[in-house]
């Protein structure tokens, strides 16, 4: 069965022009249930891929700060802890710390994982 560029059928049959009235009313009525049920689910998947997308920027930009490196003056202030014995550490290898261009440096993941290692001590 061809179709016309409305895509009802080329015969006539089931084309707006020939159902009654009451038939067209019922017609409309089915569409708009049918869209009124699409835009609810569509709702709900937007609300689902927000929630999805500020979950992964969260959890991009925790990521990111947990990579960042800190300066044994920066680390100090941090931690409250002397530079002279960070760099104590860092040297016996006692603090995960590496050298990055002659200067020493530690990661925050490094940091807060030698942290939890010492508070177990």
Same mark, same amino acid.
């Given at each position: 069965?061809?179709?016309?560029?409305?895509?009802? +059928?080329?015969?006539?049959?089931?084309? +707006?022009?020939?159902?009654?009235?009451?038939?067209?009313?019922?017609?409309?009525?089915?569409?708009?249930?049918?869209?009124?049920?699409?835009?609810?689910?569509?709702? @709900? *998947?937007?609300?689902?891929?927000?929630?999805?997308?500020?979950?992964?920027?969260?959890?991009? @930009?925790?990521?990111?700060?947990?990579?960042?490196?800190?300066?044994?003056?920066?680390?100090? *202030?941090?931690?409250?802890?002397?530079?002279?014995?960070?760099?104590?550490?860092?040297?016996?290898?006692?603090? +995960?710390?590496?050298? @990055?261009?002659?200067?020493?440096?530690?990661?925050?993941?490094?940091?807060?994982?030698?942290?939890?290692?010492?508070?177990?001590?």
């Amino acid at each position: 069965m061809t179709r016309t560029d409305r895509g009802w +059928p080329a015969s006539g049959v089931g084309h +707006p022009g020939s159902l009654g009235l009451g038939e067209l009313a019922e017609r409309v009525e089915a569409r708009l249930g049918e869209l009124s049920r699409l835009q609810r689910e569509l709702e @709900v *998947d937007a609300r689902d891929l927000l929630r999805t997308v500020e979950r992964t920027r969260q959890a991009s @930009v925790h990521d990111a700060a947990a990579l960042r490196l800190l300066s044994m003056t920066e680390l100090a *202030d941090l931690s409250g802890v002397s530079r002279a014995t960070l760099y104590r550490l860092a040297d016996t290898g006692d603090l +995960p710390a590496r050298k @990055v261009g002659g200067s020493w440096r530690i990661s925050v993941a490094d940091y807060r994982a030698w942290v939890a290692s010492e508070a177990g001590r």
